[in-house]
């Protein structure tokens, strides 16, 4: 295992406010850096699959040839929802060159993904798309792994029983925390684990943050459990509130 001085193996939680966070002051400021990049990325990546989301009906109207939702008015638009959701824009502040190019990596990937899914978006005479967000999610991260996999990893997982694609199965580290931390009913809802380890046979800081179940994330994932769902998946049967899966960020040293 690699070791980081006093940081080694040392865990840091982190509790999530909106998208500010409150770190204990003994952290380092170079941990303290990557926490901030890692609910940047994360955030980011939520606020694409809101527009995806937001878009569904659209999306999914059988009598619309073009949707007009093409890769700059997405971009823009996933740009304006993490705006609103954590009252600043993404590349505000004092920003390392390493930032600045992952975030500038991931919102490429996203128009890279909207372009691809063009001609299904616009397809008439079909409805449901199947472009929903844990696919655009899916998506979106492969391509920003294709970028800049050499310095960072996003991808979103869940605990075990929850997971329908098969390559979204948690890692070691990933389902220890699933299991053995976020499943603690006395930590704070919400709270991001972090830690300093390795991945892959190198030094990374990683991140991974809780998401629970909405109400609409519901009608694919809710009750009742079993019955087959839009997407052909059967139901979890979750609750608004449960624990439905995690964003883990690896950001390499």
Same mark, same amino acid.
């Not at 991001?192 to 190198?202: H, I, K």
């Not at 009608?219 to 059967?234: A, L, Q, R």
């Given at each position: 295992?690699?070791?980081?001085? &006093?940081?080694?193996?040392?865990?840091? =939680?982190?509790?999530?406010?909106?998208?500010?966070? /409150?770190?204990? $002051?003994? @952290? #380092? +400021?170079?941990?303290?850096?990557?926490?901030?990049?890692?609910?940047?990325?994360?955030?980011?990546?939520?606020?694409?699959?809101?527009?995806?989301?937001?878009?569904?009906?659209?999306?999914?109207?059988?009598?619309?040839?073009?949707?007009?939702?093409?890769?700059?008015?997405f971009a823009s638009e996933a740009i304006a929802v993490y705006s609103?959701? &954590?009252?600043?824009?993404?590349?505000? =502040?004092?920003?390392?060159?390493?930032?600045?190019? /992952?975030?500038? $990596?991931? @919102? #490429? +990937?996203?128009?890279?993904?909207?372009?691809?899914?063009?001609?299904?978006?616009?397809?008439?005479?079909?409805g449901f798309k199947g472009f929903v967000p844990a696919v655009f999610?899916?998506?979106?991260?492969?391509?920003?792994?294709?970028?800049?996999?050499?310095?960072?990893?996003?991808?979103?997982?869940?605990?075990?029983?929850?997971?329908?694609?098969?390559?979204?199965?948690?890692?070691?580290?990933?389902?220890?925390?699933?299991?053995?931390?976020?499943?603690?009913?006395?930590?704070?809802?919400?709270?991001?684990?972090?830690?300093?380890?390795?991945?892959?046979?190198?030094?990374?800081?990683?991140?991974?943050?809780?998401?629970?179940?909405?109400?609409?994330?519901?009608?694919?994932?809710?009750?009742?459990?079993?019955?087959?769902?839009?997407?052909?998946?059967?139901?979890?049967?979750?609750?608004?509130?449960?624990?439905?899966?995690?964003?883990?960020?690896?950001?390499?040293?």
């Amino acid at each position: 295992m690699f070791a980081l001085s &006093t940081l080694a193996r040392r865990s840091i =939680g982190v509790a999530l406010v909106g998208c500010a966070f /409150l770190a204990p $002051a003994a @952290i #380092g +400021a170079g941990v303290t850096e990557d926490v901030a990049m890692g609910i940047r990325l994360a955030e980011l990546l939520r606020a694409g699959r809101s527009v995806v989301s937001n878009y569904q009906t659209l999306i999914n109207d059988p009598a619309l040839g073009d949707k007009h939702l093409d890769s700059e008015r997405f971009a823009s638009e996933a740009i304006a929802v993490y705006s609103k959701n &954590t009252g600043q824009d993404p590349f505000s =502040g004092e920003l390392t060159k390493r930032d600045r190019r /992952l975030l500038e $990596a991931q @919102i #490429g +990937a996203m128009r890279e993904v909207v372009d691809e899914q063009q001609d299904d978006i616009n397809r008439a005479g079909i409805g449901f798309k199947g472009f929903v967000p844990a696919v655009f999610a899916r998506l979106l991260n492969e391509k920003f792994a294709a970028k800049v996999g050499n310095e960072a990893l996003v991808r979103v997982t869940a605990p075990e029983q929850l997971v329908r694609n098969r390559k979204s199965l948690p890692d070691a580290w990933e389902a220890s925390i699933i299991v053995s931390v976020f499943s603690d009913p006395k930590r704070a809802k919400g709270e991001a684990y972090t830690d300093v380890t390795e991945v892959e046979g190198r030094p990374a800081f990683r991140m991974l943050l809780p998401e629970y179940y909405t109400e609409s994330c519901l009608s694919c994932h809710g009750e009742p459990k079993g019955e087959i769902d839009i997407t052909g998946y059967p139901k979890e049967g979750g609750k608004a509130g449960d624990l439905g899966g995690a964003i883990s960020i690896v950001l390499f040293k």
